[in-house]
């Protein structure tokens, strides 16, 4: 049994739940929805169940939603007679796993997601990590080369399309920047903030400088901003980032999949993570920007730094192949460590 409750998931986890079910396996897809994340199963044809509607705003409505999502876990794991539990860290799950006396095995590359880290280095039976990850979990950890973007990126898997950008009404030989603001309601966002809306105008226009922009946002924005947004399908948005001169934005999973596919990203965030520590120290695709007072200023310098270099996609392609040197196809090991612990 896998549960999703974030559109990353959905796609990190698409690739194991097809090799699980040609190897003969049953599997149950549990949803919790945010961002459109069940529209991506029903792209990839995988079937689910809803057991919660959000994950909620706040410690108060989260905590409700904790409890009401557990008992609902608990039931459908009852129900399909579940053997392991797989994902990313989950109370919801953890707790499951400790309640019907199966193993839970997670991928983890958040430090910062404190409840959900909590529950899962109690209850669960192994955590696997990128090998940069911060924290110390205890004998439950196992560091593994490769990043969860790669999980459905590796080009094992994943070819851009070059035809994918007139979707997006971009001829492939244009250059464009891809642009990505939250709504900063994620249980690791609390005390957070992002941009203005008039400094999201400032970085955009900054942008155009040097091409098109394409936006992403999870909130409402003024209507100035409705001829950037470009609504494209979940299983097309992959290969029309991985074809960006230049990612800028305050989600660190899109920075991290620009990243896989070469393509450098500027991260706009007081949070940051291992994870982030290896591809910005040691691969040099990632560009973050924590210091808020300044956090505008210093995303238009770095914009400056970055595209006024011609060459700036071939550069992030070399850097790329080292990348892709070092990490792992990571799906079918899991699914082969799976039929080993079960």
Same mark, same amino acid.
């Given at each position: 049994?896998?549960?999703?409750?974030?559109?990353?998931?959905?796609?990190?986890?698409? +690739?194991?739940?097809?090799?699980?079910?040609?190897? %003969?396996? @049953?599997?149950?897809?549990?949803?919790?929805?945010?961002?459109?994340?069940?529209? !991506?199963?029903?792209?990839?044809?995988?079937?689910?169940?809803?057991?919660?509607?959000?994950?909620?705003?706040?410690?108060?409505?989260?905590?409700?939603?904790?409890?009401?999502?557990?008992?609902?876990?608990?039931?459908?794991? !009852?129900?399909?007679?579940?053997?392991?539990?797989? #994902?990313?860290?989950?109370?919801?799950?953890?707790?499951? =796993?400790?309640?019907?006396?199966?193993?839970? !095995?997670?991928?983890?590359?958040?430090?910062?997601?404190?409840?959900?880290?909590?529950?899962?280095?109690?209850?669960?039976? *192994?955590?696997?990590?990128?090998?940069?990850?911060?924290?110390?979990?205890?004998?439950?950890?196992?560091?593994?080369?490769?990043? @969860?973007?790669?999980?459905?990126?590796?080009?094992?898997?994943?070819?851009?399309?070059?035809?994918?950008?007139?979707?997006?009404?971009?001829?492939?030989?244009?250059?464009?920047?891809?642009?990505?603001?939250?709504?900063?309601?994620?249980?690791?966002?609390?005390?957070?903030?992002?941009?203005?809306?008039?400094?999201?105008?400032?970085?955009?226009? +900054?942008?155009?400088?040097?091409?098109?922009?394409?936006?992403?946002?999870?909130?409402?924005?003024?209507?100035?901003?409705?001829?950037? !947004?470009?609504?494209?399908?979940?299983?097309?948005? +992959?290969?029309?980032?991985?074809? =960006?001169?230049?990612?800028? #934005?305050? #989600?660190?999973?899109? =920075?991290?999949?620009?990243?896989?596919?070469?393509?450098?990203?500027?991260?706009?965030?007081?949070?940051?993570?291992?994870?982030?520590?290896?591809?910005?120290?040691?691969? %040099?695709?990632?560009?973050?920007?924590?210091?808020?007072?300044?956090?505008?200023?210093?995303?238009?310098?770095?914009?400056?730094?970055?595209?006024?270099?011609?060459?700036? @996609?071939?550069? %992030? *392609?070399?850097?790329?192949?080292?990348?892709?040197?070092?990490?792992?196809?990571?799906?079918?090991?899991?699914?082969?460590?799976?039929?080993?612990?079960?």
């Amino acid at each position: 049994m896998i549960s999703i409750s974030h559109p990353a998931w959905a796609h990190q986890f698409h +690739h194991i739940i097809d090799i699980l079910k040609k190897r %003969g396996h @049953k599997v149950k897809v549990l949803v919790i929805k945010k961002d459109k994340n069940w529209e !991506i199963l029903d792209q990839y044809g995988i079937e689910y169940t809803v057991v919660g509607e959000g994950t909620g705003n706040g410690k108060l409505e989260k905590a409700a939603i904790l409890l009401v999502s557990t008992f609902r876990h608990w039931r459908e794991a !009852i129900k399909f007679k579940a053997d392991v539990l797989i #994902g990313r860290p989950s109370p919801m799950m953890a707790i499951t =796993a400790i309640l019907i006396g199966k193993k839970n !095995i997670v991928y983890s590359d958040t430090e910062r997601s404190v409840e959900s880290l909590f529950f899962t280095k109690l209850f669960s039976y *192994k955590i696997l990590t990128p090998m940069m990850y911060r924290k110390d979990l205890g004998k439950k950890q196992m560091r593994v080369e490769t990043f @969860k973007e790669l999980f459905y990126l590796h080009p094992n898997y994943f070819k851009p399309n070059p035809e994918d950008l007139k979707l997006v009404g971009l001829k492939p030989e244009e250059k464009f920047s891809y642009v990505r603001f939250v709504a900063w309601k994620a249980s690791h966002d609390l005390g957070l903030k992002g941009f203005t809306n008039e400094q999201k105008m400032e970085i955009i226009k +900054h942008l155009e400088k040097y091409g098109k922009v394409i936006l992403s946002t999870e909130e409402d924005l003024p209507k100035e901003f409705d001829k950037y !947004i470009k609504e494209v399908p979940h299983t097309k948005l +992959h290969s029309i980032m991985s074809q =960006a001169q230049l990612y800028v #934005g305050e #989600g660190l999973t899109m =920075a991290f999949e620009c990243n896989v596919m070469g393509v450098h990203a500027i991260f706009t965030s007081e949070l940051s993570s291992g994870a982030g520590d290896e591809m910005e120290q040691k691969y %040099g695709l990632l560009y973050t920007i924590s210091d808020r007072e300044n956090m505008l200023e210093k995303t238009k310098e770095k914009i400056d730094e970055l595209l006024s270099q011609e060459n700036i @996609k071939e550069i %992030g *392609k070399e850097k790329q192949k080292k990348l892709l040197e070092d990490k792992k196809d990571f799906n079918k090991w899991w699914v082969d460590y799976l039929e080993q612990e079960v």
